[in-house]
């Protein structure tokens, strides 16, 4: 079992940037993927950005260029730094973990946190 919970979000002006954090309890490195995925009103849910077991990178066109996801696996801890913020970039925010990649990366993650909220006022 895996306990994720995200912290970090809030409100910025477009242009500004925020991190997010994702806590994880027994998290081992070597066998989780990890994302970050955003739910906008209205809209379907998709994923922000990935980690796979290896290190790489995914993002979304979107995003590319202006968020960064990382990982510091001496801390159990998932990371989103996100510059440059655009009003379309206003949603909620999760957190998932999957074993792995292909369920991830299509969004039936075994994990979730609970989420925060991103809103960037223009």
């Known amino acids: 079992q895996v306990s994720l919970v995200e912290s970090g979000g809030g409100s910025v002006q477009a242009g500004g940037s925020l991190r997010l954090s994702c806590a994880a309890s027994q998290y081992n490195r070597d066998t989780y993927c990890m994302g970050w995925f955003r739910e906008a009103p209205g809209k379907e849910r998709e994923m922000v950005a990935g980690?796979?077991?290896?290190?790489?990178?995914t993002y979304t066109d979107s995003v590319k260029g202006r968020f960064t996801i990382s990982r510091d696996n001496a801390k159990n801890i998932l990371y989103l730094y996100m510059n440059d913020l655009k009003p379309e970039d206003t949603a909620m925010y999760y957190c998932a973990a999957d074993l792995f990649w292909r369920r991830l990366s299509v969004g039936f993650a075994d994990y979730w946190g609970q989420g925060t909220q991103v809103t960037v006022s223009s």
């Open positions: 980690i796979e077991r290896d290190g790489t990178t």
